[in-house]
């Protein structure tokens, strides 16, 4: 999607205009039979009203709309509608103009118009379903220079999230998908380094030496860095996302339909955090942020580990394997006990951890727990409000680490059957000692239907929340 300031319309362009309840309708430019159609429609509750052919507009009514986030995301979702029907009826461009009276409305209306029109082409030769609009022309009567930048930072953000989730293992490997963090590290201003399978074995990595024995590719450990202008925080923010780049189960193989078919999504905690480290240094927001992402396929071939194995972590800790499918917290406990060396003022990890998230809250929201104070909480339940990606915070009580305590070795990687989530987080737990909140984004992370702008297959989930989050931490 482009992004255009633009004082007016280029031939060709479908014409936009916001309406809403201050709308002075005789400062709007329309003329006085349109005026009266759209009257009409909006008062039976219509709220997109396309004139095609000689006039070529999409009138849009905010009416009844404020600044809740409920409303926010009705906003979106209007955004949503409206790009079907653009595509529907073949424009390529846009005209928008704001005669609702708020700047904040239409920005929340064209990031659902944007964020709908994603789509993943890269590998289709045919233009079949190819949608048509491809550029929106904004003046600054609609947005201010300042409110445009941010728009597309957001909306690029989320996109480069979804790309990496939708790329098959062919083309992202663990070691590809450093290089795409490298690439957009050197797009946006933070700085990457990666750490190769030689320096993981040194640090005694063995979670997640232990996950890639099954495969003939390398793991990677990506750590990213932003630094921008004064900080408000002395010690750094760390961001940590799982990247398993593609999930068999191991060798406790997962059944393929609907269990394995679409394992290539495993690593969207990982991309979330390096799109979110994206906008928040093409932002330039006054922050220090980290983020890890310990990489690597889960694969039952070579000498992959078992159950029944123990393994020796990065922390000294011993785990008893019982399920080689509950990867990703192995992976994860390594990068959280490296997250120490910074002393975090905050670690929040983002993960498609387990199974029994997805089954509680769907697609829904997210699972969340963790050791932080309740103001860091409730402060990023806030943003995950802002910007429709939820929380639903689930209990932590001390019980639950009973489910993983081990008879062979420290602890096991697996509970005993019910609280799977917290049982999960309870292990994480384990490799923490600062103040922490666990993400599991199982549910979201990869939907099979579309639902509004959050398109079909990688949504992106977590970005636009740890952008939010990470905005309002530095204010």
């Known amino acids: 999607m482009i992004f255009n300031s633009a004082r007016s319309a280029a031939a060709g362009d479908l014409l936009i205009t916001l309406l809403g309840e201050p709308t002075d309708w005789a400062q709007s430019g329309l003329d006085a039979e349109i005026i009266d159609t759209a009257k009409k429609a909006f008062a039976q509750k219509r709220d997109l009203l396309l004139l095609p052919g000689k006039s070529n507009r999409l009138l ?49 209306f064209l990031e659902g118009v944007a964020l709908a029109n994603y789509q993943f082409r890269k590998y289709r030769n045919s233009d079949e379903g190819l949608n048509t609009l491809n550029t929106l022309r904004i003046p600054a009567s609609t947005l201010n220079a300042a409110e445009l930048k941010e728009l597309e930072i957001v909306v690029s953000a989320t996109y480069k999230a979804r ?9 992202l490997t663990a070691v590809q998908m450093s290089k795409e963090f490298q690439t957009m590290g050197r797009e946006a201003g933070f700085s990457v380094s990666v750490l190769n399978k030689k320096k993981i074995q040194e640090l005694g990595m063995g979670g997640i030496l232990a996950v890639n024995l099954g495969s003939p590719d390398p793991p990677t450990f990506t750590i990213m860095e932003w630094k921008g202008g004064r900080p408000r925080n002395k010690k750094p923010l760390v961001l940590v996302g799982k990247g398993v780049v593609y999930d068999t189960g191991g060798l406790s193989l ?21 799109a979110a480290m994206y906008a928040i240094a093409m932002a330039k927001v006054p922050v220090h942020v980290i983020a890890l992402v310990p990489a690597s396929d889960n694969r039952p071939g070579g000498n992959a580990y078992v159950p029944g194995d123990v393994i020796k972590m990065m922390s000294g800790k011993t785990v008893e394997v019982l399920n080689t499918d509950a ?43 963790g050791t932080a104070d309740e103001q860091v909480m409730k402060n ?62 199982a549910g979201p992370a990869f939907l099979h239907t579309p639902n509004a702008y959050r398109t079909r297959f990688g949504s992106g989930i977590g970005t636009r929340l740890l952008y939010h989050f990470v905005k309002n931490y530095a204010q």
């Not at 926010?72 to 704001?98: K, Q, T």
């Not at 393929?256 to 905690?269: I, L, P, Q, S, V």
């Open 60 to 108: 849009v009514w905010f009416g009844g709309k404020d600044n809740s986030d409920s409303d926010r995301e009705a906003l979106r979702r209007l955004g949503a509608d409206a790009a079907e029907l653009i595509n529907r009826h073949c424009f390529s461009s846009a005209f928008v103009l704001n005669h609702s009276g708020s700047s904040s409305k239409a920005w929340d």
């Open 163 to 171: 790309d990496l989730v939708n790329e098959p293992l062919s083309t």
């Open 254 to 274: 997962k059944h393929t339909a609907k269990g394995m078919d679409f394992m290539k999504c495993d690593m969207a905690g990982g991309a979330a955090v390096a």
């Open 327 to 369: 990867e990703g917290r192995m992976l994860l406990a390594d990068a959280l006990h490296y997250a120490k060396r910074y002393k975090p003022e905050l670690v929040i990890d983002l993960a498609t951890l387990t199974g029994a998230s997805a089954m509680a809250i769907g697609p829904l929201g997210m699972v969340a727990m």
């Open 380 to 441: 990023l339940k806030q943003s995950g409000q802002a910007v429709h990606e939820r929380l639903a915070e689930y209990p932590f009580w001390p019980e639950y680490g009973e489910e993983i305590k081990s008879e062979i070795a420290d602890i096991k990687n697996v509970g005993n059957g019910f609280g799977g989530s917290i049982t999960a987080g309870k292990f994480l737990e384990h490799f923490t000692e600062y103040p922490w909140i666990h993400l599991d984004i």
